[in-house]
């Protein structure tokens, strides 16, 4: 079966830069997508189709994929950006399979 | 406004059955492919099934294959998965979620199964 590996945690100071990777074979091959999820709540989209952003989701948020690593990549981290981010993938024959997650702290 | 209301989690014995329903509303349904994704206590999400707009498509992962059934009603704008033969490991929060565009843009609030005796 298809596998996403992600770094378990990124620290990030306020203001600083924040890059997530999600690994898998031939990634770039594939779309890929970004969720947030805070405690307590559901996933939110923040990224789809590898680099566009859904309505309402701030600029500072920014992906890319090329050959086998996704990147998300979050420019001027906030406070309320700290939460646990996965990456998403979709292939004809596995639907969407999910990356093992990342918990962002920002110091 | 698009909303979706999973219903029907609980406690449940191993080897029992449960099944779930997702009601949804202000979106066409019948023009989007839908998915459950779990969510076991502290762990990451998993894409257990998915089913086309038509119904003419459907996902299930290995781990679920055989025990679970996906379906969907358009003229009732719902979306259900039959859960049997249910196993500790099956214990999570269940989310319901529309698919666009190859990412899930819009999750439910989750209902939680546990499977225990």
Redesign the interface.
Known sequence: ?YELTQPPSVSVSPGQTASITCSGDKLGHK?V?W?Q?KPGQ????V???DR?R?SGIPERFSGSNSGNTATLTISGTQAMDEADY?C?A?DSS????????TKVTVL | EVQLVESGGGLVKPGGSLRLSCAASGFTFSSYSM?W?RQAPGK????VS?ISSSSSYI?YA?SVKGRFTISRDNAKNSLYLQMNSLRAEDTAVY?C?R???????Y????TLVTVSS
């Open positions: 079966s779309y997508c969720y999820q559901s996933p939110v989209l990224i789809y189709q566009k859904p996965y998403q979709w596995t639907a969407g399979v999910f990356g093992t997650g | 998915n994704v990451g999400l998993e894409c998915s996902y290995d989310y979620a698919e666009y565009q190859q990412g899930c843009d999750w439910g609030q989750g």
